[in-house]
């Protein structure tokens, strides 16, 4: 296990230098700070002074941002405000647009604004400034989805090299807190589901799927487990192992930045970078993932690795259940949806009586999060890199993952079960 817990142990380093070619062709060494502040020059001399002031305070605004005046027809509903379910998009007196807290990242406004006013939040800046000032441990934390975005060739060591390069203490792949929220949802339905009426919505992952039952379909928030997303417990487990530690997390999602703001989440996650940022990153820091050395550490089961994808969170349920109550009366029934309308037609199909399933999984974008709105490949290609790094896997489910029955205890968790009990690490309260 010594590898593994080098992850949350490990000795701070910190390399400052990256080897670059200079104009007469020979080697120089540029300090890091060199090449941040080039970034930063690069990214923001053409903002203006409140498109400079959201790239270096993001949490500041809301995590979708109007950049410019809009020319809208004043007359009709724009078609940003329209494409928003969770009803974030005001039109004031004035006549101009707003958006107010109750985003959550969807970005169905972004692809809905014909004038391409409307971009994701970004937290590029404000996380490099703490890979490079901050005297704490700085973590990286990779979805699940990460495999195959930076290049095909790139390996989890190869890229656990490239964050290392930077200056991030370590790499740890979210996926091994998929195992443990697995294990947790899995007790839940045990726990839960009793007659052939009881149901489960799954509560991990998507926050838009959650988003959409709070705001929209609250009658069925007894139906969802209090379980935080994999990406939340991942950094509460750092913050504990590591007090003060600096918690950044990498994937394809927009909403994960709503997410970590949320009021019973905040503390967690201190940046989110999508996978189009850290591609910028490694651009401007001359940095090719692919040529890095490959520092195997992998630690996740096949269930915590297939979150990526749409119908994974349900088929690592279902297989964790299955061993772990073998003997249930009640078998888990599962039902998937993507997309936010096909997630409707789901939700609206069960409150007709036309479920049709005990376990239901939604993800608001298509394909899952390997069609997330800011990854680097398509989603196609995107599930089988992602149900390939599964098959290779060297467990089936977090039960016979010693990694995760070793953090556990690390946790204070003498079995599994005491998760059911847990108030702390991986439950929130809706």
């Not at 390996?155 to 200056?167: C, H, N, Q, Y």
């Not at 950094?235 to 007090?243: A, F, Q, S, V, Y």
Request: glycine content about 8%.
């Amino acid at each position: 296990f010594r590898s593994f817990f080098r992850s949350f142990f490990g000795k701070r380093i910190r390399k400052p230098f990256f080897w670059n070619n200079n104009r007469k062709g020979g080697m120089v060494m540029t300090p890091l700070r060199e090449l941040y502040e080039e970034f930063v020059r690069e990214k923001t001399k053409n903002a203006s002074q409140s498109e400079l002031d959201c790239l270096l305070h993001p949490r500041k605004y809301p995590v979708v941002w109007k950049v410019g005046d809009c020319s809208c027809d004043p007359g009709k509903t724009p078609e940003c405000q329209a494409s928003c379910l969770f009803n974030a998009i005001k039109i004031g007196s004035d006549g101009k647009l707003s958006i107010n807290e109750d985003c959550v990242g969807c970005s169905a406004c972004i692809d809905a604004c014909q004038a391409k006013k409307l971009v994701a939040s970004k937290d590029i800046l404000p996380a490099m400034k703490a890979v490079l000032e901050s005297d704490q441990m700085v973590y990286a934390l990779v979805a699940p989805a990460f495999i195959g975005q930076f290049s095909p060739q790139v390996t989890p060591g190869m890229l656990r090299s490239a964050f290392r390069r930077i200056g991030f203490d370590g790499m740890v792949e979210v996926a091994i807190f998929a195992d443990i929220l697995t294990l947790k949802e899995a007790l839940e339905f045990d726990r839960n589901i009793k007659t052939e009426s009881d149901f489960q919505l799954t509560s991990c992952c998507c926050p838009m799927w959650i988003g959409m039952i709070r705001k929209i379909y609250h009658q069925l928030m007894p139906h969802v487990p209090g379980a935080v997303s994999p990406m939340i417990a991942c950094g509460r487990t750092i913050k504990k192992l590591h007090p003060g530690a600096v918690t950044i997390f990498v994937g394809p999602c927009i909403a994960k930045k709503a997410e970590a703001r949320e009021k019973d989440l905040q503390g967690a996650i201190d940046y989110v970078l999508t996978f189009e940022e850290m591609q910028d990153i490694f651009d401007a820091l001359r940095i090719k993932p692919e040529s890095m050395r490959d520092r195997k550490r992998e630690h996740s089961s096949k269930a915590g690795r297939i979150y990526a994808r749409t119908g994974g969170v349900s088929q690592a349920v279902q297989s964790t259940l299955e061993k772990l109550a073998p003997e249930k009366s009640m078998k888990i029934k599962t039902r998937q949806a993507d997309g936010v309308p096909a997630c409707k037609e789901m939700i609206d199909s069960l409150l007709e009586g036309r479920g049709g399933a005990n376990f239901f999984e939604g993800m608001g974008c298509v394909g899952g999060c390997v069609g997330g709105p800011k990854r680097v490949i398509n989603q196609e290609l995107g599930r089988k890199t992602v149900d390939a790094y599964g098959e290779k896997a060297r467990f089936e489910t977090p039960l016979e993952n010693p990694y995760v029955l070793e953090l556990l205890k690390r946790l204070g968790f003498d079995t599994v079960e005491e998760l059911l009990s847990d108030q702390e690490l991986f439950t929130r309260s809706f």
